[in-house]
């Protein structure tokens, strides 16, 4: 499976942006997907994932703020980011295929590139 993610930009705190991630070569709707993201001279953080059932979760920073969602028929994955805030500012993420627990970056299988957030204050 390639992961391509598109969709970050530099925005003004309190904006939002919607992160997409392609999913191409395989279908992946029996996998759980997530997002994580990278800050400069961080190590990279679990965002958010969802289940190939259903089931979501979020790193406490982003509840209520961020939502994770899929169109399985698409092959798509989405993270829609509202009241952003600069902390949010990093490289985010998309990933496939992973075993619990789902929130451990070294359980996924898939990695796209990135696509950079920069929010302003």
């Known amino acids: 499976v390639q992961l391509q993610a598109s969709g970050g930009g530099l925005v003004q705190a309190g904006g939002s942006l919607r992160l997409s991630c392609a999913a191409s070569?395989?279908?992946?709707?029996?996998?759980?997907v997530a997002w994580f993201r990278q800050a400069p001279g961080k190590e990279r953080e679990f965002v958010s994932f969802?289940?190939?059932?259903?089931?979501?979760d979020y790193a406490d920073s982003v509840k209520g703020r961020f939502t994770i969602s899929r169109d399985n028929a698409k092959n798509m994955m989405y993270l829609q980011m509202n009241s952003l805030k600069p902390e949010d500012s990093a490289v985010y993420y998309c990933?496939?295929?992973?075993?619990?627990?789902?929130?451990?970056?070294?359980?996924?299988?898939?990695w796209g590139q990135g696509t950079l957030v920069t929010v302003s204050s």
């Open positions: 070569g395989h279908s992946f709707r029996s996998y759980t």
């Open positions: 990933a496939a295929q992973s075993a619990p627990p789902y929130s451990n970056v070294r359980n996924y299988g898939y």
């Open positions: 969802l289940t190939w059932g259903g089931r979501t």
